[in-house]
């Protein structure tokens, strides 16, 4: 009963004051049929009309005070809703915000850490081209070299054959050595260009690791002071909020800043990692141009042996062709010998001979070395054609 006056006071209060206006009216009838004098029911039944009419006025007035408190009640509670609602906006405005400015931040930073590998890699991409400018530079410079003096053995080859064999000699070791010497030079120059690009190549790589170091340092001073208006402000709204807000915000904070630290911990350890890729990239460099500097000489060498030996064996090869046609003169005996100067085509057939010097034997040994010569015609073919010169200088020693 109680349950049902506090719920609906109003429709109890109705219902009470309905039956108490009911019963007075019953009441009212049932004495007029019992009484047989009317006028003495006139007074009761003007006192039951202004009982009614205050009945009403006060109905009416619980009816005004419970629209009232009901009227007051949803005010209240439209405030309280739109309240909440307006809070809710505001907390979901801030959330947005704040994700919104995260996800700036994020790009930003993609932005920046694309743009530091583009950089990246457009050094290291300028870096191979220059190398292989460089070693394809010293390549060539090298070859060039190596022809130049090809080209310098052959003429004083050559000028070795057109004179005196013990005069020509001692020339020809005065002049191999000022060659040597001055390939020795060469050889000093190119090293103490090749130990200055490398020393300008790490000047400039130390050059960029310090700008790079200052800007990151920069950088980092940016980050700090940005972080620290951030917090500022972060604590600032903190007070506003409520406690799990807060609570909230601080546990976003600390996620942002593990993931922040393990990203510079990662780009630092990527960073040591590809300066460590490029010393070892640089130290094979090192390594295969002296590799490819040393094989370079050994073949040098090398074909300078073979040049020699073709040489020696073709020179053989003529004086024993020759020496299979010469007659021995008479009266010439004992151990003969002469220089002889030959000219020829590239067929090998001889257009002029001279024999500048015989060591015994006389002019007879002269001539019969002339002759022999002369039947040689055509000389046999260079086993090789650098070997082949069209003047020759043979010292011609018949066998016994």
């Not at 609906?8 to 219902?15: E, F, K, T, W």
């Not at 809070?87 to 930003?108: P, S, T």
């Not at 010393?279 to 094989?295: D, F, G, S, T």
């Amino acid at each position: 009963m109680w349950n049902l006056i506090r719920e609906y006071p109003i429709a109890v209060i109705l219902s009470i004051l309905t039956h108490v206006v009911v019963a007075v009216l019953l009441w009212s009838g049932a004495s007029g049929l019992f009484k047989s004098e009317p006028p003495p029911q006139i007074q009761p039944i003007e006192a039951t009309l202004v009982d009614e009419s205050a009945i009403l006025e006060t109905i009416e007035e619980m009816k005004r005070q419970e629209a009232d408190k009901t009227r007051r009640e949803e005010e209240a509670r439209a405030a309280r809703e739109a309240e909440l609602k307006r809070l809710e906006a505001e907390r979901k405005a801030e959330e947005e915000r704040l994700r919104q400015a995260q996800l700036e931040r994020e790009q930003r930073q993609q932005e920046a850490e694309a743009e530091r590998q583009r950089a990246e890699q457009m050094r290291i991409e300028q870096e191979k081209l220059a190398q292989q400018k460089a070693l394809q530079d010293a390549k060539r410079a090298a070859e060039e070299e190596q022809r130049k003096a090809e080209r310098e053995r052959e003429r004083l080859q050559a000028e070795r054959e057109k004179i005196a064999k013990e005069r020509e000699l001692e020339k020809l070791a005065q002049q191999r050595k000022a060659e040597e010497a001055r390939l020795e030079k060469l050889r000093l120059e190119a090293e103490a260009a090749e130990k200055k690009r490398l020393e300008e190549e790490k000047r400039q790589a130390e050059e960029e690791a310090r700008k790079k170091a200052e800007a990151e340092k920069k950088r980092q001073a940016e980050e700090a002071a940005r972080k620290k208006a951030e917090e500022e402000k972060r604590k600032a709204e903190e007070e506003a909020r409520k406690k799990a807000e807060a609570e909230k915000k601080r546990l976003a904070e600390e996620k942002r800043k593990a993931e922040e630290a393990a990203r510079k911990k990662a780009e630092e350890e990527k960073r040591k990692a590809e300066e460590a890729a490029r010393q070892k990239a640089e130290e094979e460099r090192l390594a295969a141009e002296a590799e490819a500097a040393r094989r370079a000489e050994e073949e040098r060498q090398s074909r300078a042996r073979e040049f020699r030996s073709l040489q020696d064996k073709y020179q053989q090869t003529i004086s024993r062709h020759i020496a299979r046609r010469w007659v021995k003169p008479i009266g010439v005996s004992g151990d003969v010998g002469c220089d002889v100067y030959v000219r020829q085509i590239p067929s090998g057939d001889v257009v002029d001979v001279q024999v500048t010097h015989c060591s015994g034997g006389g002019e007879q040994m002269a001539r019969s070395v002339e002759a022999a010569v002369l039947k040689a015609s055509p000389l046999p073919s260079a086993p090789d054609p650098r070997v082949f010169d069209r003047e020759i200088q043979i010292y011609f020693r018949p066998e016994n």
